[in-house]
């Protein structure tokens, strides 16, 4: 086994260690989407779950979170744990204010940051947030680079703590790619709001667009059709306090994302190297073994991570622009 990310893996014991009680866990907003970077965020919170024998007492995604609902599930000793990504900040403020929420409704609640990549798009509106998180007394964040450790420590909390991403305690129940001498290359290239001008800088040195893909090229038409009854069922469920519902859609929504995963593993598997601007086609690469080169996003993310964490695998570089 590659001892980097072996070490990667190891560093997520120290979130174990901030629960209070394993068998008196709360976990809100798990991905209910198709972004499959969140849907291996997820995988590896759901095995980190299992390997650490936490006992999970209510998952809900923010298609289906009620905080009336919640209520009746916190307890003095209840730990209450927040999905990980790259969302933290003003870019996506529907599950900002989620977390702003439970962090005002349980000012005695320990609640947990998973690993998060922190993006403001003014100083006003890191301040208001900021305001909101400081209050609480027993606030746990996990960043998983230096800008956002230092702004979290500054603003936030005072208990803050560097690790890496949830999706490496995946690591050791993939498969790993073969060594090949083959060329084959996927240029694994953002299209969202975070992409950058690398993507198109790539795209106009390639002869051939047929290797160039992001998660939705991966996707296919049922798999939107599904999150779209998932997500519809949710919101239902959520208006009648159908508990028992979410629980089931949970479930299936589970299933669901290790099919996808899967999916998109066989074909990454396909290629001998990997450009990515993705940074979970970064570390998927990594995690299955696959020579691969990661450029940055629009606001450094991908670099910071990076230099942060990945640097050392052997088979893993930053990409640099051949001009």
Known sequence: MNQVLLALKQQL???????????????????????????????????????YQINIRLRRCLQAFNLEEVRKFVHPNTTILCHGGGNFGDLYPS???????L??????????????????????????????????????????????????????????????DMAHQLYGSLPQKEKTSGNNTLYFLRKDIEKSHIESEIQATLSDLNNVKDWDDLLLPSDMKFELWCSRFSVLANKFNLGFVKDKINDMWYRHSMDVIT????????????????????????????????????????SGYYNQWTKDISFAKLYEHKS
């Open 13 to 51: 014991k120290q979130i174990e260690e901030k629960i209070i009680d394993k068998n008196d866990v709360l976990y809100f907003d798990y991905p209910l989407h198709q972004n499959v970077g969140d849907l291996l965020i997820y995988a590896g919170t759901e095995q980190f779950f299992k390997d």
């Open 95 to 101: 599950i900002q204010k989620m977390r702003e929420d």
């Open 103 to 164: 962090v005002q409704a349980f000012p005695n609640n320990r609640i947990i940051l998973l690993p998060q990549t922190a993006h403001f798009s003014n100083e006003a509106a890191m301040q208001k947030s900021a305001s909101i998180f400081s209050q609480h007394k027993d606030l746990h964040l996990f960043s998983r680079d230096t800008n956002t450790f230092e702004m979290m420590k500054a603003h936030f909390s005072s208990n803050v703590a560097l690790s890496p």
């Open 263 to 302: 999916r998109c593993q066989n074909i990454f598997l396909n290629y001998d190297n990997i450009i990515t601007s993705r940074l979970h086609g970064h570390i998927f690469a990594c995690l299955l073994g696959i020579p691969n080169e990661v450029c940055d996003n629009s606001y450094g993310k991908n």
